[in-house]
């Protein structure tokens, strides 16, 4: 029995990226508020008020971190398992019947591209991290999981557009 593999629905630099941004852009609120707090002349103080806008980015830092980064796929001996805040799925391999690997943005296969697995011989077609639900599950191209997805899945895995 081979240890379990478990993947974010994108890649990591995905996920970072947006929440390093917001919390940079709080930063950067919190040093202005700060800075206008001194007894200078030149100007107006800061108020309460005005940290609104750092609480309302933090608040949407937090939401793409619930929304996004809490998105996990895991492939184990048994299945694939799919698992955000609200939903848990879980597909068995020997219900697996399709495999896709989407083209990324360059017409070809890797970063950028996604894997789709389901139970239906011709699902849905719609490949986007946030398509996953039961019987059908969508993240982000990786090697190893595609190494993984052949070790259990014989048949054959689609190359296609998305």
């Known amino acids: 029995m081979k240890k379990p593999k478990k993947y974010t629905v994108l890649y990591i630099f995905e996920l970072l990226y947006p929440v390093v941004f917001g919390l940079g852009i709080v930063a950067l609120l919190l040093t202005f508020y700060f800075r206008l707090m001194d007894d200078t002349e030149k100007v ?33 001996d048994d299945g694939v398992h799919y698992r955000d805040l609200r939903h848990k799925y879980f597909l068995p391999w020997e219900d697996v019947k399709y ?47 595609l190494s993984h997805i052949s070790e259990h899945y014989k048949g054959e895995i689609i190359r296609a557009r998305k």
Not at 59 to 67: M, N, T
Not at 106 to 119: A, T, W
Request: hydrophobic content about 45%.
């Open 99 to 145: 495999v896709k690997i989407t083209y990324n943005g360059n017409d070809k296969v890797g970063r950028g591209s996604y894997m789709v697995l389901s139970s239906d011989q011709y699902p849905i077609q719609h490949s986007d991290f946030r398509a996953s639900q039961s019987d059908f599950i969508v993240f982000r191209y990786r090697i190893s999981a």
């Open 44 to 76: 107006q103080h800061s108020s309460p008020l005005e940290l609104m806008p750092a609480v309302v980015m933090l608040g949407a830092v937090v939401f793409f971190i619930l929304y996004a980064a809490c998105r996990v796929v895991t492939l184990d």
